[in-house]
Structure formats: structure tokens, C-alpha cells
């Protein structure tokens, strides 16, 4: 079992949709990213989170401590938001352990 | 501002021969520098990591070995490539103390 799990692993959407990504992960962490990957391979960050929720134009990300779950929500989807979405998250214990998920690849049709 | 350059973009290399991938940061001093990996259908990987010059910490045991000779160069090599080697490479730098990581074009290599 894979340390940090995301679903859905492929997303359809037409433009507009709100969408949701899901990512669980089964280790103490330190923080939670989510990355945003294009189709030329080419990775950007998006959120870092300890706690909360953070929100950057249409994106918003939340976690919950507790129950070891974030979740990205991109409002009012645009062709453009395609792309592979990634969740890691870096290991709470001492070191610098990252635990990737597989990604969540997006496609909205316009 | 800051940058971060990888290079080659593509690299094709027969199985057995060596490695030489390059990545530098501009604008920057004393980053914390990573080289990641991902597989052609699976998920990121980091290999190594650094937080000064010649100090390399190594993630997974593999037939890779990584150096940074300079501040703001890390270099990822291998003496025999192995066709396992494939994938997309990338570097990537955080200013230390900080989580948010940069990260560059990243390097496609095919071992054949």
C-alpha cells in the first residue's frame, strides 16, 4: 500500500465544473504539497499545507490533521486546468522523506 | 527573481554508458537542492537531496550518485546506465526553512 493515495486517478470534466481531487496518506507528516504537472512534463507548486485551508484564485486546498486527508477543489474548471495533479506530502519524523502520490490526471473539455 | 535550469531537456543513452545530468539556480544562495525521478506511469520519487556543498543525502539505493561541487549546482551521474535508469528527471530547490519547492524543466532520458 502506497503511502499517500489519491483519487480519482483520471478526471473528466466539462468547463465549469467544480472538481475535486482526494489525496489520504497513512504517515505523520510535516506539511502536505500539492503540484500541478503539464503535459510537457514541466511541475509547478501549488499549496503547501500544515493545517486548514489555502485558496490561490479558482484553487483551493484543505487538510484535516486528523483524518490524514486533503483535498483540491478547482472552481469553475477551464480547459486550461488540464493537467496531472500530485499530492506528496513530507514526512513528519526527522530526515527529508517525501511520499508522493501517483497523480490525478485532469482533462476539462471546453 | 529566481531560475532554475536543467540540462539536456531529451537525452538517449545505449544501456552501459554514463550520466552526466546538469542543474543550476540563479538568484539564490545556500538552497536546499533535490533530484527526483518519475517513471513512465508511476508517481514522483526523490533521490537526493542537499543542503550545502558535497553534502548529499541519498533516498533509495540505486545505480545513480548525485554531487554538488558549487552552491548552486547539483549533478546527477551514473558510471553504466541501466534500461531501469529511464524517466523524467528533475531538480528542484527550496530556500532552507522553507517547504514551497521550484522545480526546473526536468530532463527526459531513454536508456535503450
Known amino acids: 500500500k502506497n503511502e499517500v493515495e489519491q483519487s480519482p486517478q483520471n478526471l473528466t470534466a466539462q468547463e465549469g465544473e467544480f472538481i475535486t481531487i482526494n489525496c489520504s496518506y497513512s504517515?505523520?507528516?510535516?506539511?502536505l504539497h500539492w503540484l500541478q504537472q503539464h503535459p510537457g512534463g514541466g511541475i509547478v507548486s501549488l499549496f503547501m499545507l500544515s493545517s486548514g485551508k489555502k485558496k490561490h484564485g479558482r484553487l483551493i486546498a484543505t487538510i484535516n490533521i486528523q483524518e490524514k486527508h486533503s483535498s483540491l477543489h478547482i472552481t469553475a474548471s477551464h480547459p486550461r486546468d488540464s493537467a496531472v495533479y500530485i499530492c506528496a506530502v513530507r514526512s513528519g519524523n526527522t530526515g527529508n522523506q517525501f511520499y508522493f502520490g501517483t497523480g490525478t490526471s485532469l482533462t476539462v473539455i471546453p | 527573481s529566481q531560475t532554475i535550469h536543467q540540462w539536456p531537456a531529451t537525452l538517449v543513452q545505449p544501456v552501459g554508458s554514463p550520466l552526466s545530468l546538469e542543474c543550476t539556480v540563479e538568484?539564490?544562495?545556500?538552497?536546499?537542492l533535490y533530484w527526483y525521478r518519475q517513471a513512465a506511469g508511476r508517481g514522483l520519487q526523490l533521490l537526493f537531496y542537499s543542503v550545502g556543498i558535497g553534502q548529499i543525502s541519498s533516498e533509495v539505493p540505486q545505480n545513480l550518485s548525485a554531487s554538488r561541487p558549487q552552491d548552486r549546482q547539483f549533478i546527477l551521474s551514473s558510471k553504466k546506465l541501466l534500461l531501469s535508469d529511464s524517466g523524467f528527471y528533475l531538480c528542484a530547490w527550496n530556500r532552507v526553512f522553507t517547504e514551497t519547492q521550484y522545480f526546473g524543466p526536468g530532463t527526459r532520458l531513454l536508456v535503450l
Open positions: 504517515v505523520g507528516i510535516s506539511a
Open positions: 538568484g539564490t544562495s545556500n538552497p536546499n
